[in-house]
């Protein structure tokens, strides 16, 4: 009989080191190479699984830049669980986290703001026994915005992820003319996981 997945299973799924290194060689116009992070953190520990994330440029890898926390909860009874983000109020007293666990426990709820429109809802398709795929999609007509710098950004959300693999599809978004401004403008970011948390 095969197993559900759980929180323990999202975990195992998300969190760790990645890159997109052979995404970035075969296609180096369209994509740069990229490290990401994505480091539990023990907040929330009561319904969620939480994840710190950020990535850097591989040629500044000590500059990592979109600080962002993700948490988990399961939805009802069906196979599916949803993903809040929320932004930092200081995104500069984070920069380097995903490598320093030992900043990371400092956290608290405190220092973070819930982007209420940033919601995506995490399917999960069964591939074989105790194997899956994650799809991770925004909720229809819900657009997620937020104020950085004093200005509105817009973003649009989505993962999906293997045991081995892991698709960003995150990518800004003109709110006039709905095109891609950055991000996963041709198709989704593929990074490989180079490290387990």
């Given at each position: 009989m095969t197993s559900l997945p759980n929180l323990s299973t999202i975990k195992e799924y998300l969190a760790g080191e990645f890159e997109n290194k052979q995404q970035a060689i075969a296609d180096p116009a369209w994509y740069v190479q990229l490290r990401m992070w994505q480091?539990?953190?023990?907040?929330?520990?009561?319904?969620?699984l939480t994840l710190f994330a950020e990535q850097a440029n591989i040629l500044s890898i000590d500059q990592p830049y979109r600080q962002r926390l993700l948490r988990i909860t399961p939805l009802g009874s069906d196979i599916s669980f949803k993903v809040q983000y929320y932004m930092f109020k200081d995104p500069t007293a984070w920069c380097g986290a995903g490598r320093n666990n030992t900043l990371l426990n400092t956290l608290t709820p405190e220092k973070l703001d819930i982007l209420p429109g940033c919601?995506?809802?995490?399917?999960?398709?069964?591939l074989g026994k105790n194997q899956y795929k994650l799809i991770a999609k925004p909720i229809p007509d819900i657009r997620?915005?937020?104020?950085?710098?004093?200005?509105?950004?817009?973003?649009?959300?989505?993962?999906?992820?293997?045991?081995?693999?892991?698709?960003?599809?995150?990518?800004?978004?003109?709110?006039i003319t709905r095109k891609a401004t950055w991000g996963a403008v041709l198709g989704p970011y593929r990074y490989t996981k180079l490290q387990q948390y």
């Open positions: 480091r539990p953190v023990s907040l929330f520990q009561e319904d969620s919601v995506l809802k995490v399917n999960v398709e069964t997620c915005t937020f104020d950085y710098a004093g200005k509105t950004i817009e973003v649009s959300l989505g993962f999906e992820a293997t045991q081995k693999e892991f698709l960003s599809y995150d990518k800004g978004v003109d709110s």
